[in-house]
């Protein structure tokens, strides 16, 4: 787990190699890259959110920067299912090659599209698979695999290739009853065991969580007390691709006479995708528009909202700020956070839940009530996994360290030897042949910043700086000199924003930085860069010192 790059070895012809670009480490931007004997193959291309030590910054991006150099030698990419943090950079890499063939469901397919529409992006080589289908693209032969997860149609995908044979799971659990009746294949999981697989790429995220993980049917009674006990306005805020969530609340508003308003771009894109595709049933009469939501009572009708996580934009955001144009939230009121925290979003979370509390509503969460179960499969499950495909190899995906680090004693524990589990951080090159992995090396698969329109310009520096300027302020110093005459003409002049309410804060450090400056002119300092440096010590040293703070501190020399 080194953090430094090394080189990986040149690939030899029949071994396969595979990098991590992202989602080895993080909750999110989850990306692999496949290659052997020059082919490329890549699954998934998602964004991580950004968490609040990223000041300004809109998406995080995985390693594409070490595709640059090698576009035309990607020969495809599959996508496991529609989630932002696997499909989300898909219009970035695309940006850089636009043709890339996709492979995916008909509901991440459909989701892309939309993204590619937004990003004005044309890509006519969409390949839509199915659990059982099989595809044979360059030197790699693919089957996908149903598997069930909390958003419809997620593949698993099985990569047979020269150097071996890969099962990648993508995001799964093993609910025995899900909504939809499409539960994970574990029979074919179990054949793939008896062929024989050399790497298991399993869903790490869950893998500290002992046990099964919480059937969807569960949530029900839950979900049901809330609308028997809400005697006011309801609000409901899930995943915009939760699709199983908004059919139950549908479900449930229809038992309740209630209509149903969607609020967020997001949601009312993705649930119009999935209407359209048959994956969601809405009964009839019951959506309305968000404009009509006056014309009914408060207790007549449930808002299905985006802004789960406490993204500062989000529809549930702008309502516990009272910034929403339509929605206003008041005493009496409830609303029902129906999703799980992602690792990250808890400061955001609990920020809207204080809000929404503070204007009177009633909040009910995870922590509250069983209204929402993760997507994820816990230890018992991938022990079962293991179990069926005993697999060769082990190279846990999705997750932070700790995460990794479980799954990897999860197939430790069912037999597995410490050579055969590869427990790898993003940018990690991991080679297979012969039925055996070894790590070769690390690349640079560091975080790509999303500020606006710009991608990949803002720096880590950068991001300092705004921390700093955000957290301890900024001080800008403007003198003016005569280099001939060795004299101080003007200033210093001392201005600060977020640090001290008044100039005269200054007034002993600016005689200081007067002697400083004089001094150094008289020493024969003719260089206005020095004096600036000059500045920047000396001020820098004082607010140490005096208010232990670490300000910006932009000094400025003029030569008259």
Known sequence: MSTQLQT???????????????????????????EIDGQILLVDCGVLFPEDDHPGVDLILPGLDYLSDRLDDIIGMVLTHGHEDHIGAVPYLLRRRSDIPIWGSKLTLALVEGKLREHRIRNTDLQEVREGDRARVGNYDLEFFAVNHSIPDALAVCIRTEGGTV??????????????????DLRGFARLGEEGVDLFMADS???????????????????????????KKLIVACFASHVHRVQQILNLAVKYDRKVVYVGRSMVRNMSVARDLGYLTVPGNTLIELKDIDKYADDKVVIVSTGSQGEPLSALSRIANKEHP???VGQGDTVLLASSLIPGNENAVYRVINGLSR??????????ALVHVSGHASAGELLYCYNVIRPRNAMPVHGEIRHL????????????????????????VVDLAKGRIRVAGKIDASYIFVDGSTVGD?????????????????ISVVAAVNLHTRTLVSGPDIHARGFAETDDTFTQIRQQLTQELEKALADGVDDTHRLQQTIRRTIGRWVSQTYRRRPMIVPVVVST
């Open 8 to 34: 990986p070895s040149r690939l030899a012809p029949g071994t396969l190699r595979i990098i991590p670009l992202g989602g080895l480490g993080d909750v999110g931007r989850n990306m692999t890259c496949f």
């Open 326 to 328: 339509v929605i206003e």
């Open 359 to 368: 204007l009177g509503a009633n909040v009910v969460h995870k922590g509250n």
């Open 167 to 184: 099962l990648h799971t993508g995001d799964f659990k093993m609910d025995q009853l899900p909504l939809d009746g499409r539960i994970t």
């Open 405 to 428: 680090i479980a799954n990897a004693d999860l197939a430790r524990a069912t037999g597995l030897a410490d050579e055969n589990v590869a427990v790898v951080e993003d940018g990690a």
């Open 205 to 231: 995220t869950n893998a500290e969580v002992p046990g099964f993980t919480t059937p969807e049917k569960d949530l029900v009674p839950a979900l049901e007390r809330t609308f028997e006990r809400s005697r």
């Open 458 to 474: 803002i720096t880590e520096s950068e991001l300092t700086d705004r921390k700093i300027l955000g957290e301890e302020g900024f």
